[in-house]
C-alpha cells in the first residue's frame, strides 16, 4: 500500500487518523469538502464533494487504497444522507474502481445494527437491523462494499465503528468503545492482510462488556490493546440515574434507537 487516501479527513476520526496514519502510509492523501483547520505543510489535501462524481474520480487516480470515512457520521434529514452517504458513497466505490484501487475500508457503523438488543451478542453475520437513516446507509456502504468486492475484485473491509475516543464516556460506550490505536491496527489489516475478499468487522477495543462477536477480526490477526473495563466503575458512577429512555436503553443504538420513535414498545419488545 503506497498511495493511500481519506475521504472525510477534517472529521473527528479522519483528524485523528490523519496524524496516526501518516507514518504508517507516507504518501496519504486526505479529502474532505470542508478544509481541515490544521492542515500542515507536509500533507497532501483535496477539497472534494463527495456528490461530484468527475471529481471523485479525479481523486481516486493513482491511489492503492482508501479509507472512506466521508459523509454525515450522524443521523440527518433525508436529502442529507442521500447527498453524502448514498450518492457520495456510490461514487467513492465507482472512482475506486475505475482508478484500480486495491483495497478500501468502508467506516460502516454500529448503527446498521443498532436494534439489535443489548441482551444479544452480535457478530458480522448477523441480520441488519439498522435504527435510523443514518443506519440505513451505512448499510447500503457495506452493501456497496460486498458488491464492488465480488463484482470487481476490490477488497473491501466494512467497519462497523463503535465508538471511538480516547475513554468510554458513559455506560453504553463501555460496550463498543474503539480506542484510536485500535482502529489503526483494524485499518492495516483491512489495506495490508493478503486475501482480504470482504469482511464485516467490528471497531471496537477489548471491552468485556462488548455486544459484538469480533472473533473474524481476531482470526485475521487483531489484537486490541484499549480495555474498557479499567474505565467502568468511574464511568457506572458518574451515569445518570434518571430520565433515560426504555427504548434508548434496551438497544445497542441507545438515542438513535429512541428518536423519532412512534411504535407500541410493548409490542414490539414482547415479539424478540
Ligand atoms: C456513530 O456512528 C457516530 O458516528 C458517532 O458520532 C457516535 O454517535 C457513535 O456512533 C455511537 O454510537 O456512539
Not at 89 to 107: D, H, P, Q, S, T
Not at 125 to 131: I, L, N, S
Request: charged fraction near 25%; hydrophobic fraction near 40%; proline fraction near 5%.
Amino acid at each position: 500500500m503506497k498511495r493511500v487516501l481519506i475521504t472525510g479527513a477534517a472529521g473527528e476520526i479522519g483528524t485523528r487518523l490523519r496524524a496516526l496514519l501518516k507514518p504508517v502510509y507516507p504518501q496519504l492523501v486526505i479529502s474532505d469538502v470542508r478544509r481541515p483547520t490544521d492542515l500542515r505543510a507536509n500533507e497532501t489535501f483535496a477539497q472534494v464533494d463527495l456528490a461530484d462524481a468527475p471529481a471523485v474520480d479525479e481523486l481516486c487516480r493513482g491511489i492503492d487504497g482508501i479509507v472512506h470515512l466521508g459523509g454525515k457520521s450522524i443521523e440527518g434529514t433525508w436529502d442529507e444522507i442521500l447527498q453524502s452517504n448514498i450518492i457520495g458513497c456510490y461514487n467513492l466505490f465507482e472512482g475506486a474502481r475505475k482508478a484500480g484501487v486495491k483495497r478500501i475500508i468502508f467506516a460502516s457503523s454500529n448503527h446498521s445494527v443498532g436494534f439489535h438488543e443489548r441482551e444479544s451478542k452480535i457478530s458480522g453475520d448477523v441480520v441488519p437491523r439498522p435504527d435510523s437513516r443514518y443506519g440505513v446507509s451505512k448499510l447500503f456502504g457495506e452493501g456497496l462494499g460486498s458488491l464492488y468486492a465480488y463484482k470487481h475484485g476490490i477488497g473491501v473491509t466494512s467497519l462497523r465503528i463503535g465508538n471511538f475516543a480516547d475513554a468510554p464516556i458513559d455506560v453504553r460506550r463501555l460496550s463498543i468503545w474503539l480506542r484510536p490505536d485500535d482502529l489503526v491496527r483494524l485499518i492495516r489489516i483491512g489495506l495490508e492482510r493478503p486475501g482480504i475478499v470482504y469482511e464485516v468487522l467490528y471497531g471496537i477495543s477489548d471491552n468485556d462488556r462488548a455486544w459484538f462477536d469480533n472473533s473474524r477480526a481476531v482470526e485475521l490477526g487483531y489484537a486490541p490493546e484499549g480495555r474498557s473495563e479499567p474505565y467502568a466503575e468511574a464511568v457506572i458512577a458518574a451515569e445518570p440515574k434518571e430520565g433515560k429512555s426504555p427504548v434508548a436503553e434496551h438497544y445497542q443504538g441507545g438515542t438513535f434507537c429512541a428518536a423519532e420513535y412512534s411504535a407500541d414498545f410493548d409490542t414490539i419488545k414482547k415479539s424478540h
